[in-house]
């Protein structure tokens, strides 16, 4: 019986580890495609050379890499699962307003992020 409950527990939590690593290698991947996109745009009008591209863009994405990894490090140092989803969505929330601010408020194309991640929040929280 003992077993039986602790087999489960260890599933449960292998389950959860898998949904906080999705959401953590979902993130690294739409990131990527953001600066690819990003690149592409800023090419698409601008004769693209090394210094062409916006380095505020630049540091936002190295940035979101670097809190990706400690996010992936944090999700096997700590069992809170909850509580690293919740301060991962309010990161994206900061890191979504600065990539809006960046690139130019209102009118940015990375506004409709903000639905995006309105709708992750309410799926996997």
Same mark, same amino acid.
């Given at each position: 019986?003992?077993?039986? =409950? ?27 495609? @953001?600066? @690819? ?21 630049? @540091?936002?994405?190295? /940035? ?27 990161? =994206? ?5 600065? @990539? /809006?601010?960046?690139?130019? =408020? ?20």
């Amino acid at each position: 019986m003992l077993e039986s =409950d602790t087999t489960s527990i260890s599933l449960d939590r292998n389950r959860r580890l898998a949904s906080i690593q999705g959401l953590i290698f979902g993130r690294m991947a739409l990131i990527f495609a @953001l600066l @690819l996109a990003s690149w592409w745009w800023t090419g698409s009008y601008v004769q693209l050379s090394t210094g062409a591209f916006p380095t505020g863009l630049f @540091l936002f994405f190295l /940035v979101s890499i670097a809190l990706t990894g400690v996010y992936h490090f944090a999700a096997y140092a700590n069992s809170n699962y909850l509580f690293q989803r919740r301060f991962q969505f309010f990161a =994206d929330i900061l890191l979504v307003s600065w @990539l /809006v601010l960046e690139t130019g =408020d209102i009118n940015s194309p990375y506004i409709s992020l903000y639905i995006l991640l309105i709708c992750a929040s309410g799926l996997l929280l």
